[in-house]
């Protein structure tokens, strides 16, 4: 299986697992965001990646850095930018040196780079942009 998709299965499955996170989206984390039009807030989805090889000593390795996005607004806490930070440090918490088993490849280590904090163009929406890195061994 693709380790980029392994990595971005796992890292879904882990927030909606993760009590905390789904204390905020309940289950509301997506691969691909649904339509504002329609989407409910807060809620979370995964952005750009990319994959690097880093083979070392006869290993098949992979350096993966995954972009996830939360996204809030509305009234109160949604309206400035504490639910959305609250949120991210939720997603950082369960992701910062998780060890989450992956079925064909092993992740090596995964850690938080960088978090960004922005407001869309909208005026309302605020987005909290993470960054991930993985290492895994591919099989």
């Known amino acids: 299986m693709d380790p980029t998709y392994e990595i971005a299965a796992a890292i879904i499955a882990t927030l909606r697992a993760d009590p905390v ?3 905020f989206v309940g289950s509301r984390v997506y691969d691909r965001p649904p339509d504002v039009s329609v989407a409910e807030s807060p809620y979370i989805s995964m952005g750009p990646s990319d994959a690097v090889t880093d083979d070392v000593d006869c290993i098949d390795g992979l350096e993966v850095t995954m972009q996830i ?3 809030s607004w509305g009234p109160n806490e949604a309206y400035g930018s504490a639910e959305v930070r609250k949120l991210s440090g939720a997603v950082r918490a369960a992701l910062h040196e998780a060890e989450i088993p992956l079925a064909d490849n092993a992740l090596v280590s995964l850690r938080h780079r960088i978090t960004r904090y922005q407001r869309e163009s ?3 929406t605020n987005r909290a942009i993470i960054s991930v890195t993985a ?4 099989n």
């Open 69 to 71: 996005d939360c996204h």
């Open 122 to 124: 909208d005026g309302a």
């Open 135 to 138: 290492f895994v061994e591919v």
């Open 21 to 23: 996170v789904a204390g």
